[in-house]
């Protein structure tokens, strides 16, 4: 073919300098995003937040890239303790029945309270609320005491930032006292709120919400020190309607972000 060796080898050598230049780069924008996101993104969410910055390959090809090459692994989430209850007072049914979807936005919301700690040692209680439509954060409201005041201040900060339809909302959460207080009950009874609640000892029956008080230690909280409660609760607030609610990826949106999903 009247082709000069030298030629013909060095085409051979240099045949895939365009593939292992993009590789380079993608590699070095899957490092970039890991360590801007404190390590939390598996190779899932990597592929993702790639799109978005316009390289497009499939979850494999990061998974090789991410995993296999350079060595950098989504933090792993500890195991959780054995949940403990304590003894059930007034109990309703459970209406939601592990059926954790919605037909529309502001339909079905499960609730739940969790610990936060200050640098100090010191405990801090978050109750949040979660539409099961697009798992998007309603409300959230992190304070001193765990009671059914904070318990009716976050339903009422959900209810006053949703158009709702009166009498068509479903709140699941578990059987504890502040879901079960007088309080609590009266208040929902006056806005037309219908109650369900999970089986004693069975966190699966709200999963969903568990799912997120998990991603908001692993990701978020767990990462940092708080030497003040103004720090810690702007972080959650911060986590729960900017972070989690518009910029993280969900699987149950298809790896769409919970607002995505909502104006789909």
């Known amino acids: 073919m009247n082709i000069c ?6 085409y051979r050598k240099h045949r895939k300098a365009d593939y292992y230049t993009q590789k380079s780069k993608v590699q070095a924008q899957i490092r970039e995003i890991y360590h801007e996101h404190n390590g939390v993104d598996g190779y899932r969410s990597m592929t993702v937040y790639l799109a978005r910055k316009g390289f497009y390959y499939s979850p494999i090809t990061i998974h090789k890239y991410m995993n296999k090459e350079m060595g ?9 303790p054995e949940y403990m209850h304590g003894k059930p007072h007034k109990v309703f049914e ?12 502001n339909q079905k919301w499960c609730t739940d309270f969790t610990y936060l700690f200050l640098k100090n040692g010191e405990v801090r209680y978050n109750c949040s609320i979660l539409d099961l439509y697009d798992r998007s954060i309603i409300a959230s409201i992190t304070d001193r ?3 059914s005041e904070l318990a009716i201040r976050t339903l009422q900060k959900a209810l006053d930032s ?15 006292a502040q879901y079960t207080s007088k309080a609590f009950v009266a208040y929902c009874e006056s806005v037309h709120v219908t109650q ?20 908001l230690k692993n990701e978020c909280t767990n990462l940092y020190e708080f030497r003040t409660e103004e720090a810690l609760y702007q972080m959650v607030e911060e986590f729960a309607y900017v972070t989690y609610n518009h910029v993280r990826p969900h699987s149950f949106n298809g ?3 919970p607002y995505q999903a909502r104006i789909a």
């Open 5 to 10: 060796p030298n030629a013909y080898y060095n």
């Open 72 to 80: 950098l692994y989504a933090i792993v989430r500890p195991k959780k």
């Open 94 to 105: 459970n209406k939601l029945a592990q059926n954790f979807t919605a037909e529309r936005a």
């Open 145 to 147: 005491h765990i009671t």
């Open 162 to 176: 949703q158009p709702m339809r009166k009498g068509e909302l479903l709140l699941h959460s578990d059987q504890g």
């Open 196 to 215: 369900s609640m999970s089986k004693a000892g069975c966190p699966y029956d709200n999963a969903p919400m568990e799912r997120y008080f998990n991603t």
């Open 255 to 257: 790896y769409q972000t």
